[in-house]
């Protein structure tokens, strides 16, 4: 499956492989993690980091240079004990290769996943007093059976000479080939968990050389963890400095062309030719979900299409798609936001009195609406708003205009299609459902 990079992540991949492109050549120990908020696409990152790094290649022998293992700490975290579920990834991982792989590529897995079996019975075998590598060579049965912990093993020496020698197994596999741990969703498991997991991947992968540990955290939350741990007054950096090198840090990243093709479902639902766009619509994807995480972009997305099958009928134009877009990204700014709270909504002025909507995307529609609007003026009575007459050719941004207008109408500006204006039956039609979008959005989280 291909991956579709809509946030630009790309040049963020680069850099990370060559980061461990350069430990690689240097064969260096080297734990670092890639830091960013909740949501904002760190899993997305590593996932196409593995993708990529995995077909590199060594120069001289064409066969694989990294061996690249995937550590979901939430996923594992039914083995109390963290290492065990360290290596049960690992051995996972190796198994999935085995499975796909052929020829000396496969030989390589084959024997980085013997390996990572006697590490899993050394590590069995202090838990519960035997080996059951030895009796029998597989834990497929793994998951089906929880280990149950009842004591801390930390407090017994023969747990410390099996980390040991899982240490010393590990630098089998990373003699000839660089080890790369990818360690994702560490802030999804509870705050003595996450803990546990830092130390036991320091207690057996620090110092093996030719092994890089990438860490994908919420820097934030983890030292509020470390606090909760360990006390208010601890100077989480320094605590934080014994597990990690150094970090990189992922904001939310910059829409691209490749938006569309992410939601294909959703964008589906609307038909691009019934009006002129006259922007690009990469332009007002950036401008809407600006400072919105990916994970919360594709719950935006998600609302928006379970809301227009529930009353829309037909293929509507694209200004209809921006109404909607846009109206749920002000719900997400403001989630108590009131159905007659005034929202002057004018050419001139775009979105300028909804203060919780972000400047980029006022400034955006003020813009547009600046540039392709034309309009004549109507005279009305005193006291009513100023009324403004959208003629030339009607495209998105003047439908945008209107529709949001309409929906929000108030004393200021007001802005009329000319009758005889082409398809004003269907327009009228539209914002009837967009009303009927916009009273839903309310009654649906």
């Known amino acids: 499956m291909n991956i579709i990079d809509t946030l630009n992540r790309k040049q963020f991949v680069d850099r990370l492989i060559n980061i461990v492109d350069v430990l690689s050549k240097s064969k260096k ?6 830091n960013g908020e909740w949501g904002c696409g760190k899993s997305f990152v590593l996932d196409m980091f593995e993708k990529r790094i995995a077909d590199y290649q060594d120069e001289d022998s064409a066969i694989d240079k990294y061996l690249v293992f995937h550590y979901n700490c939430w ?3 039914y083995y109390e004990e963290p290492s065990i579920a360290i290596v049960s990834a690992m051995l996972d991982t190796a198994e999935n290769y085995t499975n796909i792989l052929s020829g000396e590529n496969k030989e390589i897995w084959l024997t980085a996943k013997e390996i990572i079996l006697d590490a899993a019975g050394e590590l069995l075998k202090t838990k519960i ?13 793994r998951h089906k059976n929880r280990i149950k912990e009842k004591n801390n093993y930390n407090k017994y020496f023969e747990f410390q ?3 040991e020698k899982c240490r010393g197994l590990f630098n089998k596999i990373a003699k000839d080939r660089t080890l790369v741990i990818v360690v994702d969703e560490l802030d999804r498991c509870l705050p003595e968990y996450a803990i546990r997991v830092l130390e036991r991947l320091h207690h057996m992968f620090d110092g093996v050389e030719n092994t890089v540990v990438i860490l994908a955290v919420d820097k934030k939350q983890l030292e509020h963890t470390v606090e909760c741990i360990f006390g208010q007054k601890t100077i989480t950096n320094n605590y ?3 597990f990690i090198s150094f970090e990189l840090s992922l904001d939310n990243g910059e829409i691209n062309k490749s938006f569309i093709n992410k939601y294909p479902e959703y964008f589906s639902l609307f038909d691009e030719n019934l009006l002129d766009i006259k922007f690009s619509t990469e332009e007002i994807f950036k401008a809407l979900f600006v400072g919105i995480d990916a994970r919360n972009q594709d719950k935006i997305i998600e609302k928006a299409m379970l809301l227009h099958k529930l009353v829309f009928n037909e293929k509507p134009d694209y200004a209809v798609m921006c ?3 846009l109206w749920l990204v002000m719900l997400y700014h403001d989630a108590v936001i009131d159905f007659d709270k005034k929202i002057t909504v004018s050419k001139a002025e775009g979105f300028r009195e909804f203060t919780n909507l972000r400047n980029e995307t006022q400034e955006f529609f003020k813009e547009i609406f600046d540039v392709h609007i034309s309009y004549g003026y109507a005279p ?3 006291g009513s708003a100023d009324t403004y007459i959208l003629n030339g050719k009607i495209g998105v941004p003047e439908m945008i205009l209107w529709y949001f207008t309409m929906i929000y109408p108030n004393k200021v500006y007001a802005y009329s299609l000319m009758e005889g204006t082409p398809n004003l039956k269907d327009f009228k039609k539209r914002l009837e459902s967009l009303k009927s979008f916009v009273k839903l959005s309310f009654l649906i989280v």
């Open 240 to 242: 934080l400095k014994k």
């Open 380 to 382: 009305v009575s005193y």
């Open 161 to 163: 000479v099996t980390l």
């Open 323 to 325: 109404v909607e877009l």
């Open 75 to 77: 996923k594992y975290d």
């Open 29 to 34: 120990s080297c734990t670092f993690a890639i």
């Open 129 to 141: 007093g035997f080996n059951p590598v030895e009796i029998k060579n597989t834990l497929k049965q």
